[in-house]
């Protein structure tokens, strides 16, 4: 996770107001953000993206990339001028067919004028082609075009796309897209969806194909060389996973974690409902990034997340995101909580069902393990700031909340919440005030104290609040008997026993700490 564009958040939003054009009837400029609080420059006002064609060429060997990507759009406004989110070198820019003007403004917008107004409701095509080394293109010291020895990866967020292709960077905006790259052969291209090659002479084409709506930060890229492997799960979706040839001593640990990913999609359908996309899988590159992240139906995952073993964990972690955030995406980046404590409390559920620890378990001994007075509770999970996107508590504390939940309305209705709501908001967008109104439909109980005070309260809920961190159960199992005052073997007083999982788990969270955050 990165922080660039946070820093100018105060700044930014006065920006915002002073670009909204003056009246929708009068034609004029779309705003240069979309209107994320967090984010203000993130994606851009006054049209509405409906699919990229990205077609591309790339030189391993020296960094050279070539585009042109096709955007359809509607226009949301009348518009003179709008804005593109891209930091690469534009040679040119046609709207509907048509030489258009462009300049760069802040660190990352295209401005685009066209030699005609563009009217309000009408179809708007843009085709932007462009040359550049991503590697070297930096904004505020960093460059989210991971260099590898052979190759390239893109995998970030809130942010990445600007270093591939231009794009109304924000997940409200959704898109269809076909990622088309001419690779020289002996190397492999990896990107979202199906995948389909045709070769002409010393160089590959691989075309990707998402046919299902996927936000803009949860297109990847890669290139460089590929083991891939085609697969179909028992049910029929097809699978793709990929390895670098060069992943050393994790190269086992990290077959032997995501060649389960068609088993663990099986698992989280019975879950959380039916498999959102048309095929899953998922891509180690040769990056020395540490963490893993949910890019729509090809998930990236860093070598380093396999380091110490192998980790089904942040598989199902990665795969669950597949519905919660990549389905049913944040209508703005400070519900977050909608994507990681969700994704996070899949790992507890997984947890469960391999009898590692309970849902319970691990939501009494994180409350144990931070006394009151940790930072852990100054993090709200509903709201964290731009700044906490990925703090440990979004994930934490955001998955005790939804134990919170389960204690609150049951077994049986906390499952029908999570697969109803799936059903509910399939490839849209959401805020956390609206899952919780589906959750008080669904289970006919105000809510309002609950989420208030695990999500939007800062410190540490008293012990037993929402049957969390009360008195020790009688003991987690008869192996591992807390003392009978209530001293767990080997730990303070007090203390419950460490799940079996508890360390898997972790293990998803510390590779990021020496990064930039988790995802
Ligand atoms: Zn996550």
Known sequence: MRKRLIVSAAAGALALLLSVPASAAQAGPGAAGIGDPYFPYAGNGGYDVSHYDIRLKYQPATDELEGTTTILATATQDLTRFNLDFVLQVKEVLVNGRPARFATSGEQELEITPARTIARGSAVTVVVRYADKPGEVERGGYSAWIRTPDGGVVANEPEGAAWWYPSNDHPTDKATFDVSV????????????????????????????????????????????????????????????????????????????????????????????????????????????????????????????????????????????????????????????????????????????????????????IYDLYPAGDPFWTVRPGDPGADRLFAGAVYDRGAIAIQALRNTVGDEKLFAILKGWQSERKYGNATIQQFQAYAERVSGKPLGELFNTWLYTPGKPAAGTSGIGGAPAVAASASAPAGSAGLAPGGAPGARPEPKSWKKIQETNTVHEHEHGQR
């Open 182 to 365: 001419l690779v020289p052969n002996g190397t492999q291209a990896i990107s979202n969806g199906t995948l389909t090659t045709s070769q002409r002479p010393g160089w590959t084409r691989y075309n990707y194909r998402q046919a299902k709506p996927q936000a803009t930060y949860l297109a990847t890229l890669a290139v460089g060389k590929f083991d891939i492997r085609q697969d179909t799960t028992p049910g029929g979706l097809p699978v793709i996973t990929a390895y670098s040839p060069d992943l050393g001593v994790n190269a086992g640990a990290a077959r032997a974690s995501v060649e389960r990913t068609g088993e663990l999609t099986d698992w989280l359908s019975g879950v959380f409902g039916p498999y959102p996309f048309d095929s899953v899988g998922g891509y180690v590159p040769n990056v020395p990034t540490g963490y893993a992240l949910e890019t729509q139906n090809q998930i990236f995952y860093s070598p380093a997340q396999f380091a110490r073993g192998s980790n089904t964990s942040v598989v199902v972690h990665e795969l669950a995101h597949q519905w919660f955030g990549d389905s049913v995406s944040v209508q703005r980046w400070s519900e977050i909580w909608l994507n990681e404590g969700f994704a996070r409390y899949s790992q507890w559920l997984w947890s469960e069902h391999e009898n590692e620890g309970t849902g319970q378990e691990l939501a009494d001994f």
